[in-house]
């Protein structure tokens, strides 16, 4: 069992920059594949980024460049630095986790979620 917290949301100016973080506590195993998600209103929650346990990274194409995920696997967290923000990116922004096996930026294969934290982008 793998228990997910995120943190560091919050309201920033167009071209500003946010660092995520997200807590996680349990199951060492169960956290060799971890990913950030965002679900804005009315739309679906798409995958932005995820690293495997190799350091391994994938970005969505409209984070490419701008987000950096990372993570201090012995410190139990994952981050999201978040760069030249754009009003699309406002969203509610999920950590999730899964055990060993394949690492896609697919929200159907991670089995631990957070509760999201919020960031919003004005103009």
């Known amino acids: 069992q793998v228990q997910l917290v995120e943190s560091g949301g919050g309201s920033v100016q167009v071209g500003g920059s946010l660092r995520l973080s997200c807590a996680a506590s349990?199951?060492?195993?169960?956290?060799?594949?971890m990913g950030w998600f965002r679900q804005a209103p009315g739309k679906e929650r798409e995958g932005i980024a995820r690293?495997?346990?190799?350091?391994?990274?994938t970005y969505a194409d409209s984070v490419k460049g701008r987000f950096t995920i990372s993570q201090d696997y012995d410190k139990n967290t994952l981050f999201l630095q978040m760069n030249t923000l754009k009003p699309e990116d406002t969203a509610m922004y999920y950590c999730?986790?899964?055990?060993?096996?394949?690492?896609?930026?697919?929200?159907?294969?991670?089995?631990?979620w957070g509760q999201g934290t919020q960031v919003t982008v004005s103009s």
């Open positions: 690293i495997d346990i190799v350091g391994e990274t």
């Open positions: 999730a986790a899964r055990a060993a096996g394949s690492c896609p930026l697919e929200e159907r294969v991670f089995t631990s």
């Open positions: 349990g199951d060492k195993y169960g956290r060799r594949c």
